[in-house]
């Protein structure tokens, strides 16, 4: 009896452990990315913090997060930069297209080709950032890597975007406490689960090195 309850304790305490590094990783995210200047870097150690979960492993919030904080602020940085000038460029587009003919062709055509690439975007990012924190790689091999990542494994990756998407949609249903205490978590973990679905089938450990990816 008292091997049960032992077990019936453990299993309690690690269920609390994952909500509480959970709703802590959101929270982290939110006051860290208050300046705005410093919301790329506190979205590498969002994802960071993840990451170990979604591949079978612990994580500690506090260190993993300010350590994926201060290790890839500069390339996260430059990513979410390259992201602000994709994305203004494609809310210019909307905008013109708003004062334009849509009867006509070209304006059906490019409606079509700038909606293709927010969706290219958003399935790049997908596995941009999980690749930011699970490996060290130099910023052209990981945009490289992300991108055929995105292309080869098209529809798993168009799928991961509704589901990244989703508890956003939700978010805007439930009480606002949920944007608090879960949403950002929310977004990271589908995002991390899901690219290290295809991540994995390339990873290779050679003896004690570091992991790295085969060729795609």
């Known amino acids: 009896m008292q091997r049960y309850r032992d077990g019936d304790a453990a299993s309690f305490f690690a269920v609390f452990d994952k909500i509480s590094t959970f709703i802590l990783a959101n929270l982290l995210w939110i006051f860290c990315s208050l300046p705005i200047v410093t919301m790329p870097a506190a ?3 969002l994802f960071a913090v993840f990451a170990p979960w979604v591949q079978g492993k612990s994580t500690e919030p506090f260190a993993v997060f300010f350590g994926a ?6 390339k996260s940085t430059l990513i979410f930069v390259i992201d602000l000038i994709i994305v203004g460029l494609i809310v210019a587009n909307f905008s013109i297209f708003g004062r334009m003919d849509e009867s006509q062709t070209l304006t059906r055509l490019s409606q079509a080709m700038t ?23 130099p910023l052209r091999k990981l945009l490289d890597t992300a991108v055929r990542l995105a ?16 508890p956003v949609v939700l978010s805007l ?4 406490m949920f944007t608090l205490i879960g949403l950002f ?3 990271a973990l589908l995002i ?15 003896g004690t090195q570091s992991p790295g990816l085969t060729r795609m």
Request: hydrophobic letters at 65%; aromatic letters at 16%; glycine letters at 4%.
């Open 43 to 45: 979205t590498a150690g």
């Open 151 to 166: 292309f080869g494994h098209a529809l798993w990756s168009l799928l991961l975007s509704v589901l990244a998407v989703l």
């Open 115 to 137: 909606l293709f690439l927010a969706i290219i975007t958003l399935m790049i990012n997908l596995y941009l950032w999980p690749l930011l924190v699970m490996f060290e790689m």
């Open 69 to 74: 904080f201060r290790q890839h602020w500069r």
């Open 173 to 176: 249903l439930l009480p606002a």
């Open 192 to 206: 991390d689960w899901g690219a290290w679905r295809m991540i994995r089938r390339y990873v290779v450990v050679a």
């Open 185 to 187: 978590a929310t977004c």
